[in-house]
């Protein structure tokens, strides 16, 4: 798939900015106006978390349907930019315009029902871009595409790309690792994500939580451990007793490493790469421990600590970087490490889709790179008898197995205890956890 044309980065800026003034606040044309924004930063390199805060004080209800698009216009895109290919003659000079049109079209895809409507919706959002300059030309496209629609889609399903929205590199190496999976992998990729709770059990019980949902007209299913599947997602306000840390959101497979790495009571634990603190959470709800928190970022550490308060739990957490060890570490050594690397992130694009379009295939040996300096450079600091669990939301084996191979063969004091693969399915996202002991 081709990468997303990245426009002048001070025209998007600028457009970014500009706060809609005449659009109808309950209007589908508001919604899809605010998407346009928060994709056209994505094209131009900005990840959709960090796109989607300029939504800021928007209502409630206009921010989770500018959301709604903006999401499901990524996840669409490969199909989208393939459309926009044929009706176009040149891509938009304007990318609020370009963004525009991809946001149409996602909901003329889903809810093929309103088609008129949602053209009629566009148009108006049009009317907020450069004077309303670009009226007639989304009015245009988006008539076209009603009428081409079933010629534009079965040559759509010809192109390798389109009709499995990743890209083509993305594709090869699923197709050559998994050769009878990488199907579901694509279509688990491109789907919703389900909305799955992890219940503090400093706070809560399963049970107990389990009533107060149900209380609050919810309904959920247990899923092993602490987690809890919704079977609808809702608003975090929606959830009963959030906001005092008696539930946090996080991925059932994510909740996997504290269950492999079965922290201890009056243990001394490293959390290396640790934000936004999900895990760090998880750790320190399960046992009474002293924990030290990493993370490179100084403004992700923060989410740490606010994650920490609102869950009413303590950890002495820092901003470094892991491998600096000489600047950070004061000598005691640690019972165990959580090394929750950086990756490409090809596990959970579910609930990133930007990733499938922003990422590079050299970005998978850069990230091999930088884990292989983490492991390095933990490993010294763990005592005799002490675990490491080696952590990734990554498919590609470069990063998993094949990252774990090699540092056993380098690391003749290194065991591998355990190893678990988790590919990308309906009720979590994909994940590889490997557990390391170091000898006596």
Excluded at 19 to 48: C, E, F, N
Excluded at 215 to 243: H, N, Q
Excluded at 328 to 355: E, Q, T, Y
Aim: hydrophobic share 40%.
């Amino acid at each position: 798939m081709r990468k997303p044309t990245l426009p002048d980065q001070g025209t998007s800026s600028r457009f970014a900015g500009r706060t809609p003034s005449t659009l109808a606040p309950d209007s589908l044309a508001l919604s899809l106006s605010l998407a346009a924004r928060v994709i056209a930063l994505v094209h131009t390199g900005q990840s959709l978390t960090q796109a989607l805060t300029i939504l800021g004080e928007t209502a409630p209800a206009a921010r989770a349907a500018a959301q709604d698009v903006a999401y499901g216009s990524l996840r669409w895109y490969g199909c989208g930019e393939f459309i926009l290919r044929r009706l176009l003659a040149r891509s938009l000079p304007h990318p609020q315009a370009q963004a525009l049109l991809l946001g149409a079209l996602y909901r003329l895809q889903t809810r093929p029902e309103s088609g008129y409507m949602v053209v009629d919706q566009a148009v108006a959002a049009a009317g907020e871009l450069a004077g309303g300059a670009f009226k007639g030309l989304v009015n245009g496209v988006l008539r076209n595409y009603l009428r081409q629609r079933e010629a534009l889609h079965a040559a759509m399903l010809a192109e390798d790309e389109a009709a499995q929205q990743h890209p083509g590199w993305w594709l090869a190496r699923l197709r050559r690792s998994y050769p009878d999976h990488w199907q579901n992998i694509v279509t688990v990729g491109n789907s919703q994500p389900p909305m799955t709770l992890r219940v503090n059990r400093r706070r809560a019980t399963l049970s107990d939580y389990s009533t107060r949902l149900q209380e609050a007209g919810l309904s959920a299913r247990p899923l092993g451990g602490d987690a809890l599947i919704l079977d609808k997602p809702v608003p975090v306000d929606a959830l009963p007793g959030f906001a005092d840390g008696l539930v946090s959101i996080q991925d059932v497979g994510a909740q996997g490493a504290v269950q492999i790495l079965e922290p201890l009571a009056g243990q001394r634990l490293l959390d290396a790469c640790a934000a936004p603190g999900g895990k760090t959470g998880h750790l320190l709800e399960v046992a009474d421990i002293d924990l030290l928190a990493l993370d490179i970022d100084g403004s992700r550490t923060r989410l740490i600590e606010d994650n920490l308060r609102r869950l009413g739990l303590q950890a002495t957490v820092q901003v470094a970087d892991c491998r600096s060890t000489e600047q950070w570490w004061d000598g005691r050594f640690f019972d165990a490490i959580l090394a929750d690397v950086p990756c490409s992130a090809s596990g959970v694009v579910r609930r990133h889709p930007d990733i499938k379009y922003l990422r590079r295939e050299s970005d998978i040996r850069r990230f091999a790179h930088i884990q292989t300096e983490i492991l390095d450079k933990l490993w010294p600091l763990l005592k005799p008898g002490g675990k490491l669990l080696y952590a990734t939301c990554s498919v590609f084996p470069e990063e998993n197995k094949a990252q774990i191979d090699a540092f056993l063969y380098r690391q003749p004091t290194a065991m591998r205890l355990a190893e678990k693969r988790l590919l990308p399915q309906e009720e979590h996202d994909g994940f590889f956890y490997a557990l390391l002991r170091k000898a006596l």
